[in-house]
């Protein structure tokens, strides 16, 4: 009895394995090929990936004009550049965004406010000196980088340093126009043709801010090369 209890045991494990890797190979049935039969998900079957796609209805063509036309009362008709119907609001005003420089934790930068002429050194969000100039700041309101410092500057006079002088013009590049000491010890170009520095005196042939020597060295020292300026 033992040996036939085990051999009927047996038989029901092979019987359950079989079924089990049956159930696992048997292909799907195929499906006719008709045109409902197409769309129908065979649920005997499951692979082994896939995708998942959601998706909602798109709206008709009457109910987008419909929308558009009704969608603000009294307003402009809403149209596209080439008159079909859009979804957008007609523009009744423009907010420009709030313009402020977010410099990182330990940058050294400079700021420059035109109306004040006053120039205060900031470390990040802290400002380390404030100083006033006089002269004019012939460059526009944005955000510049510090181009080129230069200690004993030489200052390249214009055509119109010679002839308010009655001197004669020198030729573009000649030595005579680089003069020495016009701008002062040091001096600072957030571009080519805008300088800050601390010249004997201001005057109209050479131009750019002015400050004192003792102000522009604490920036011509703390200020590197490619540091932010902003005007505003």
């Avoid at 009655?166 to 300088?195: I, K, N, W």
Wanted: hydrophobic share 35%.
């Amino acid at each position: 009895m033992k040996f036939v209890s085990k051999t009927y045991r047996s038989s029901i494990l092979v019987l359950c394995l079989f079924s089990a890797t049956a159930c696992s190979i048997l292909p799907a049935p195929e499906a006719e090929t008709t045109a409902e039969s197409t769309m129908v998900f065979d649920q005997t079957r499951y692979l082994e990936s896939g995708t998942i796609l959601l998706s909602h209805a798109v709206p008709e063509r009457a109910n987008t004009e419909s929308l558009a036309q009704n969608a603000f009362e009294g307003a402009p008709p809403v149209a596209g550049p080439m008159g079909e119907p859009t979804l957008f609001a007609p523009l009744i005003g423009y907010f420009p965004p709030a313009h402020a420089y977010l410099p990182a934790d330990n940058e050294t930068w400079l700021e420059i406010d035109k109306a004040g002429k006053k120039l205060t050194l900031f470390k990040g969000k802290s400002p380390i000196k404030e100083m006033t100039g006089e002269g004019e700041i012939s460059i526009g309101s944005g955000d510049y980088y510090l181009q080129h410092k230069q200690k004993q500057p030489l200052w390249y006079a214009p055509d119109q340093y010679f002839e308010r002088r009655q001197l004669a013009v020198p030729e573009p590049g000649d030595r005579l126009r680089y003069r020495r000491g016009a701008l002062g010890s040091y001096a600072l170009y957030p571009t080519t043709t805008f300088p800050i520095h601390c010249g004997p005196v201001w005057s109209e042939d050479v131009g750019g801010l002015r400050i004192s020597a003792a102000d522009l060295s604490s920036i011509y020292y703390m200020l590197p090369v490619g540091a932010p300026i902003v005007v505003k």
